[in-house]
Each structure stands twice: as structure tokens, then as C-alpha cells.
């Protein structure tokens, strides 16, 4: 009787533990690199400067730090230490009013606001003179229906991340439609689909990845449009969870100058850092409130230096970690 049990309690131990060793080699990826070290934060709650209702978005210049107040309707501009500058928040009532800044481009001399509100991409440069505004409100080509995040390549030419549209549109500078990823008003989970797309970014070759919101996972095309290659989880597939390499929803995702990319990890309260095949390199945050802390990551941008800032939804801040050989 002993020897039977013996056996069964065996089998169900091999039968549980061998699937967890291969998902763990297969899909759960060890570090590459050390995790970069927090170096500072600023912001509080409120409606002042320095403070935020809901930081959304990101973007740096050379020398500056351009973040998305998104329930102040604003997008507050700051030195990369956190010393106030300006506001942009437009005049109200007019196309240059900002609705709810989502994610964030910087282009040249010109910032390119995901105004989800208002169904656009507005345009200001950088000292917030506004420029123009592209797009409307719909499910036609050139319409968008709540944008989260815009990207800017080399000619122009505009990428923008359609969240309840679920594709992903490729406009030209003015505006005029050329083609989209996705199939619209459809979620889905195979190569191309899209669940939700939150943001976009260009790397140095023209190929652009998207932020996979709810699939939890990065999507690869190449400069003509062509699949490349996603990752996030087993498969990319939709499958979540708290491990390396794995996300629990997408809000951004920026390319470094290295061309690394690094990807805001929003219930895991982390930025996961990859190479640009996607293979998991390093990750850093946890969830909290003291340094180095996130209570949900909603967006995250690298400067010229390599210095990461990202914003914290929850603390109502913004955060930023450096390269460990920076501490040295």
C-alpha cells in the first residue's frame, strides 16, 4: 500500500514538476545585464507645476523632459533633474486645446501628442508653440478612436497606436492615410492582430515596434511593413504573468541609443530592457512607493546618455535610473 502511494505522489510530482522545469529553461530567460540603478524622482499630487494628475506619457529631448499630465490635460516640461520650465496645455476651445495627452514623440524641433480625448495627434514644438493638429474622430483610414501613443520615422511619416480601433496607422506628415496593421474594431492574437495597442516606437533602421496593450507582448515589423518577430511570455501569445521576459499589460515601449528597447511593464510595476531581436536583457522597479518604486509604470523613454525616465501613475511621479557604469 505504501509502495503504491509512494508511486502515485512520484508520478504527480513528475507529472507537475518536469512542465515547470521546461517552461522555466524555455521561456523564463536569466539576465543579461545589471539592473540599472535609481538615481532620483520628483512630483507629487496636485495641480501645480511639478505636480500631476496622472502621468501618462514620455519623451526627452537633448536636455529636456517632456511628461504627459494627462487628467490636468497638460503636458508639463521639465530639465532632466526635475527643475520646472513650462506647460503646454493649448488654448481652450480651439484645435490647439489638449483633451487627455497619452504617449509621447519627440521629432526634429516638434513633440507629437497621442491626444486620446480628442481623437488626434497634436503637434507643438518644442517650446509649445502649437503647430498643427492630424486626424478625427472614426473608424475610417485616417481616423482614430481614443490614440495612446504616436512615433515619427525619418521621412515624416507617422505611426499611431489606435487603441479601440485595434490597428496601428501609418499616416504621412499631413495626414494622409497609406496603410494599417490590424484589423480594425477586431482582437486578435496572431502575428499582425492586435488587442489593444497602447504605443509605437521607431528604431534607427525604420522598423517599428508596437506596444501590444492587452496581448502583453511587442510586435516587430520592418521598415516595408513585414512581420518580424514578437515577444512577451510563451509564444507572445497573450499569456501573462510576473516572470523575466514576460509582461502583465504593455503602456509603452522606447528604443534606447543603442538600439536596445526598453518596455513598460504596468502591473508588474517594472522596465524590462531587451536587444533588438528581443532577447531579455535586464529589468528594474518593483512595486511600491519609496525609491525606485512603481505603482503602475504607464510610460518610459531613454535619453541620448542613457539615462531611463519613466512615469509613475499611481505616485503621481516621475522617476529615473542610470546605467550602473554611471554610478561608478
Known amino acids: 500500500m505504501r509502495q503504491w502511494l509512494k508511486r502515485i505522489v512520484i508520478g504527480i510530482g513528475l507529472s507537475l514538476g518536469l512542465p515547470t522545469i521546461a517552461v522555466w529553461v524555455l521561456w523564463i530567460p536569466s539576465a543579461q545585464e545589471p539592473a540599472y540603478v535609481f538615481a532620483g524622482a520628483w512630483g507629487e499630487t496636485g495641480t501645480g507645476p511639478r505636480q500631476f494628475r496622472d502621468p501618462t506619457g514620455i519623451a526627452v529631448s537633448a536636455d529636456e523632459v517632456f511628461v504627459s499630465d494627462a487628467r490636468n490635460a497638460r503636458i508639463q516640461v521639465f530639465d532632466y533633474r526635475g527643475r520646472f520650465l513650462r506647460q503646454i496645455d493649448g488654448e481652450a476651445n480651439t484645435e490647439a486645446e489638449l483633451g487627455r495627452p497619452m504617449n509621447l514623440s519627440i521629432h526634429r524641433d516638434e513633440l507629437y501628442v497621442a491626444d486620446y480625448w480628442n481623437d488626434r495627434v497634436q503637434i507643438y514644438g518644442l517650446d509649445g508653440t502649437y503647430r498643427r493638429s492630424i486626424g478625427r474622430s472614426g473608424t475610417q483610414p485616417g481616423a482614430f478612436d481614443s490614440p495612446g501613443g504616436v512615433a515619427v520615422n525619418a521621412n515624416g511619416d507617422l505611426f499611431v497606436a ?9 499616416l504621412r506628415a499631413d495626414g494622409q492615410y497609406i496603410e ?3 484589423t480594425s474594431r477586431a482582437v ?3 502575428a499582425g492582430e492586435f488587442n489593444y495597442p497602447t504605443d509605437v516606437a521607431i528604431d534607427a533602421e525604420g522598423q517599428l515596434l508596437v506596444a501590444d496593450g492587452y496581448n502583453d507582448r511587442i510586435q516587430m515589423f520592418d521598415a516595408s511593413g513585414s512581420f518580424l518577430r514578437k515577444w512577451g511570455g510563451p509564444f507572445g ?3 501573462f504573468g510576473p516572470f523575466r521576459g514576460w509582461f502583465a499589460t504593455v503602456t509603452s515601449v522606447a528604443v ?18 531587451f536587444d533588438r531581436e ?10 511600491g512607493t519609496g525609491d525606485g518604486q ?3 509604470i504607464t510610460a ?7 539615462t531611463v525616465f519613466a512615469s509613475d501613475l499611481g505616485n503621481n511621479r516621475v522617476l529615473y535610473f542610470v546605467p550602473p557604469e554611471q554610478t561608478h
Open 300 to 306: 518610459v523613454a531613454v535619453a541620448p546618455d542613457g
Open 180 to 182: 494599417h496593421w490590424g
Open 237 to 239: 501569445m497573450n499569456i
Open 256 to 273: 534606447g541609443p543603442q538600439g536596445n528597447v526598453f518596455v513598460a511593464d504596468f502591473y508588474n510595476d517594472r522596465v524590462q530592457k
Open 294 to 296: 512603481f505603482s503602475y
Open 188 to 190: 486578435g492574437v496572431r
Open 278 to 287: 528581443g532577447r531579455f536583457l535586464t529589468s528594474f522597479g518593483e512595486s
Open 162 to 170: 489606435d487603441f479601440y480601433n485595434q490597428r496601428v496607422q501609418h
